[in-house]
């Protein structure tokens, strides 16, 4: 029998991207995250718009509790062949297609407060929700975004493809890429889909990948939501 066996497993890790070198700021900004979110340990990715200290920036990392595994390819690639980290190829860049319809909801203007008794009240302008509707199959390398409200797919998503939605995100099809609700931080975002194949689904930062998708949910009509802990909660839905 031999000594030496290669096994192949899927590594569940976080990418951190980074556009500032403000290691301060990085902290401040990253903690609130990593202790809503992810245990300590997680497995992080590293990439950044700008050049930084290498090996300063991962200690901070792991002052956070965080195991870093790598860097992309780019500006930290040559700092990191010096001191023999690992560095893995950038991800492929996804064609943002636009949505076959938009409705806009506009909220309405909320009057802002008296500086003083004699001082006219000024309206604030009218917050806007966004509902994208895409009735076409979204591809492998496409991405559908919606920064301002929810996603109604009535097409299905393929695998490598991936929807990202501040709001909610309706799937009428196979869920079979990734599905991000919740963009931003809103924790009441919610995820309902006809079949769940997908590869990864997040709310607010909370994410759960194909391999620990209950299996009872698997190809079925799924409604994903956050319950009171911050957890998955993965409900099968009736018709």
């Given at each position: 029998m031999a000594d030496i066996r290669i096994k192949g497993r899927m590594v569940n890790a976080i990418r951190i991207s980074l556009d500032t070198n403000d290691h301060d700021a990085i902290r401040q900004q990253l903690t609130p995250m990593l202790q809503k979110a992810f245990p300590a340990g997680t497995l992080a990715v590293i990439e950044s718009s700008v050049d930084q200290e290498l090996i300063e920036l991962i200690q901070l990392l792991i002052s956070l509790d965080l195991q870093p595994m790598a860097v992309t390819e780019g500006l930290l690639a040559a700092q990191a062949r010096a001191i023999q980290f690992p560095i893995i190829p950038a991800d492929r860049q996804l064609q943002q297609v636009k949505a076959t319809k938009e409705q806009v909801a506009e909220a309405p203007p909320v009057a802002a407060?008296?500086?003083?008794?004699?001082?006219?009240?000024?309206?604030?302008?009218?917050?806007?929700?966004?509902?994208?509707?895409?009735?076409?199959?979204?591809?492998?390398?496409?991405?559908?975004?919606?920064?301002?409200?929810?996603?109604?797919?009535?097409?299905?998503?393929?695998?490598?493809?991936?929807?990202?939605?501040?709001?909610?995100?309706?799937?009428?099809?196979?869920?079979?890429?990734?599905?991000?609700?919740?963009a931003g931080g809103n924790t009441a975002a919610r995820i309902f889909c006809h079949s769940l194949e997908a590869e990864l689904v997040s709310i607010a930062g909370t994410y759960c990948v194909a391999d620990d998708i209950p299996q009872h949910v698997a190809k079925q009509p799924v409604h994903i939501y956050l319950n009171?802990?911050?957890?998955?909660?993965?409900e099968a839905l009736q018709f």
């Open positions: 407060e008296q500086k003083s008794s004699a001082a006219p009240a000024a309206e604030a302008p009218a917050a806007q929700h966004i509902t994208s509707y895409h009735d076409e199959v979204l591809r492998t390398g496409q991405c559908l975004v919606q920064n301002h409200g929810d996603i109604i797919s009535t097409a299905g998503i393929n695998s490598g493809s991936e929807v990202i939605a501040s709001g909610n995100i309706h799937i009428y099809g196979s869920a079979r890429g990734r599905v991000i609700a919740g009171d802990q911050q957890e998955l909660v993965f």
